[in-house]
């Protein structure tokens, strides 16, 4: 091969390797970019599709409080439609991580704490009762944590509303079994529930979970008249939450029940 010929080639391969680089360094995206994109799909209640975006951006800008929380969000939703308890115990300790990361980081943005007290929510149905102590505990701090930031933050009064409602429908005997061995069960109820769930209506009368779980909260309470009102106005509204189709789902049992 002629020196001129080879070096031709040479060029040419340089060249290319240039163009090759420039194009891959174009197509790079920043985290900014990636979360944008993810955003779409979490807008549209996508969370597998979210998260292809979101976790490459987490990579790039690991202490994004914001990004954190999402990511947390897409792993509840994840967690609720997988059908294994092992799986939906490892989506939920990722969605608990999350935004134990997004709470440290941020612990006066009332959003994280709100985040933590959903996640362990969720959490809580899985567990053994031993952890299940801890959890509530860890449940009531952070759904106090997000309303002493921002008392008109109506999910936050929605949380605490379902965690007074939980611990009012535990019987005399399974609490004093809980006090033997794990120590007394703080006390709750349902009126308690059905303050928080009147205040999440005054903050957001758009929600539908703020309704049903009032309805529900009034036949525990032998309210079946308030129960039907409150019920058929959640049924009414249109479905905007990931959760929203469960959440119907329950209301639609009590109904059948109250007829």
Request: hydrophobic fraction near 45%; proline fraction near 4%; charged fraction near 25%.
């Amino acid at each position: 091969m002629t020196q001129p010929v080879y070096l031709l080639r040479a060029l040419l391969a340089a060249l290319t390797l240039a163009v090759t680089l420039a194009g891959t360094a174009a197509g790079a995206e920043s985290a900014a970019e990636l979360i944008q994109k993810g955003d779409l799909y979490y807008d549209k209640l996508q969370p597998a599709e979210a998260l292809k975006f979101y976790l490459p951006a987490e990579k790039l800008d690991s202490n994004n409080v914001r990004l954190l929380v999402r990511v947390s969000r897409q792993y509840r939703h994840l967690m609720s439609d997988a059908t294994k308890t092992s799986e939906k115990l490892r989506l939920g300790t990722m969605a608990v991580d999350y935004a134990q990361r997004a709470a440290a980081l941020a612990p006066d943005d009332p959003e994280t704490h709100l985040a933590l007290a959903i996640s362990y929510g969720k959490m809580l149905p899985l567990e053994k009762s031993k952890q299940q102590f801890a959890t509530l505990r860890h449940i009531k701090f952070a759904a106090d944590k997000a309303i002493a930031l921002d008392p008109k933050n109506d999910l936050a009064w929605h949380v605490l509303g379902r965690w007074y409602q939980g611990l009012a429908d535990i019987g005399a005997t399974k609490r004093a079994l809980a006090r033997v061995a794990y120590g007394a069960l703080p006390a709750a109820k349902n009126e308690d529930a059905a303050r928080c769930f009147e205040k999440a209506i005054s903050l957001n009368p758009k929600r539908l979970m703020h309704y049903i779980e009032l309805g529900r909260t009034y036949e525990k309470m032998g309210r079946d008249a308030d129960a039907r009102i409150f019920i058929a106005k959640g049924l009414a509204l249109p479905e905007t939450e990931y959760d929203d189709p469960e959440t119907k789902n329950l209301g639609r049992q009590v109904l059948k029940k109250l007829r």
